[in-house]
């Protein structure tokens, strides 16, 4: 059988990606900070699944609970990072940028360290993370989540390169969402997409293993003209 980790399976994308990865086939390992959502994910599901309460901003415990949850689940061959935060910055607060500092960066890249030294010492492997087309711009009142969304897309491709120099079949994916109906996402933005579609898109790059996947399809041409356009003409659209 199958096995995956989803970090930040409570809510949003990370709680569809289990329904639908269960309905694949894969016993899961599901965490994240809500045990009692958690707990009612998992009754959701077919088969027996393992559950793990975790704080990712809680760096160096969750490295430690991740790595629990592997040596109880035996052969865990996909993990996927889909914690998160992102917060309005309407004014510059201290206590906001930490909150998304430490679950998009420390978290985040605390997980990747354990996910890849699991896989290095199993000779294989594949790691998920979830950035957003936030990485591709800037936004005067969410400068810290954009950051934040810069910083996870460039660690996995670093991450990638590393994996590719290891000589090891280790996958390194990087799913940049749009605008996905999420509990953090406000509003009726531009080309927004039921959370059932997104991840639908998101299983199928996931299964063929591909090194990037943009929710909705259509989000890789807004990131190729972003990526393109200067500053000075960026900053007339946001």
Do not use: C
Not at 50 to 76: H, K, P, W
Not at 181 to 198: F, I, Q, S
Not at 212 to 232: C, E
């Amino acid at each position: 059988m199958r096995q995956a980790i989803i970090v930040g399976a409570s809510s949003g994308l990370g709680w569809e990606l289990a329904i639908q990865l269960a309905d694949k086939g894969y016993q899961l390992g599901v965490m994240g900070r809500r045990e009692a959502l958690l707990n009612e994910l998992v009754e959701k599901l077919p088969g027996t699944h393992f559950i793990q309460a975790t704080d990712v901003s809680n760096a160096e415990q969750s490295q430690t609970e991740l790595e629990e949850l592997i040596a109880r689940m035996g052969d865990v061959e996909l993990i996927v990072l889909s914690s998160g935060v992102g917060l309005f910055e309407n004014k510059l607060e201290w206590a906001a940028e930490r909150e998304m500092i430490d679950v998009n960066v420390r978290g985040f890249a605390a997980l990747t360290i354990i996910a890849m030294e699991h896989f290095t010492r199993r000779g294989a492997g594949h790691l998920a993370g979830i950035s957003s087309m936030a990485a591709h711009i800037f936004g005067a009142k969410t400068v810290t989540y954009h950051a934040t969304k810069a910083f996870v897309s460039n660690y996995l491709a670093g991450m990638r390169q590393r994996a590719i120099r290891s000589g090891l079949p280790i996958t390194i994916t990087t799913i940049e969402p749009g605008f996905i109906k999420t509990p953090m996402v406000h509003g009726n933005p531009l080309w927004m997409a039921p959370v059932e579609k997104g991840v639908t898109q998101m299983v199928a790059g996931l299964l063929k293993k591909k090194n990037h996947i943009y929710i909705t399809k259509r989000w890789r041409y807004v990131a190729f003209v972003a990526d393109l356009m200067p500053h000075w003409l960026l900053r007339k659209f946001l």
